[in-house]
């Protein structure tokens, strides 16, 4: 059974930096593509980045290009978002998914991916 627990949310000011890390178990996490999808307050999910399994391959929203960067450790099964120069707008519910396939490639639908995490707060201030 695939498991995705984030951390690393906070309140913090506009500016500021973050880490998000993403643990994830029950599967092979070398061989599986990932992705950071957040959820501001009132709107829909939006794909944030995506890493492809073999970590050859990232792709980001428009919004988010130059500021976050996304990497995976696959020695400790995590992949993780560095944020920086946090903006207002970045204020969201932070969730890591999964396609849940072996090898996928990466794309950036939300309903591409079928296995998440339960969300990680993230709050900037102005």
């Known amino acids: 059974q695939v498991r995705l627990v984030e951390s690393g949310g906070g309140l913090v000011q506009a500016g500021d930096s973050l880490r998000l890390s993403c643990a994830a178990s029950?599967?092979?996490?070398?061989?599986?593509?990932m992705a950071w999808i957040r959820q501001p307050p009132g709107k829909e999910r939006e794909f944030v980045a995506g890493i492809t399994w073999s970590g050859g391959n990232s792709d980001y929203a428009n919004s988010v290009k130059g500021r976050f960067t996304i990497s995976r450790d696959n020695a400790k099964n995590t992949v993780y978002l560095q944020m920086n120069s946090l903006k207002p707008d970045d204020t969201a519910v932070y969730y890591c998914a999964t396609p849940g396939t072996y090898r996928a490639p990466l794309y950036r639908s939300i309903y591409y991916y079928k296995s998440w995490g339960q969300g990680t707060q993230v709050t900037v201030s102005s």
């Open positions: 029950g599967l092979t996490f070398s061989q599986i593509t």
